[in-house]
């Protein structure tokens, strides 16, 4: 039992931290007008583009109480505020989150 615990945090931990490391050392040389970084930052955007939808579409949890018109009410403007905030992530969060919850629990 013990053996298994600390082989699960072995490979947990180099799972996690190898691809860190690799990203440190490979930094250096990767120059952020490339294609490469281009495409990564793309990859990026598409699965932030992605969760956001499944979470509209496919909510889980407290979120399934919630209607659709809402949920998409709360992101439209959760966008608006982001581009209003010079594209800073911290409002648009904290907004998003006030408005739902004053949408399902007032409104």
Do not use: H
Request: with cysteine; proline share 3%.
């Amino acid at each position: 039992m013990l053996n298994s615990i600390f082989y699960a945090i072995l490979v947990t931990s180099l799972a996690t931290f190898l691809p860190r490391f690799l990203g440190v050392v490979s930094s250096q040389r990767i120059r952020e007008d490339s294609k490469l970084f281009k495409w990564f930052n793309c990859l990026a955007y598409a699965t932030l583009a992605a969760l956001i939808t499944r979470t509209i579409i496919f909510p889980v949890g407290a979120l399934t109480d919630a209607s659709y018109l809402s949920r998409i009410f709360v992101v439209i403007f959760s966008i608006i505020v982001f581009l209003f905030s010079k594209k800073n992530y911290v409002f648009p969060t904290i907004f998003s989150a006030i408005l739902m919850a004053i949408i399902n629990n007032y409104l």
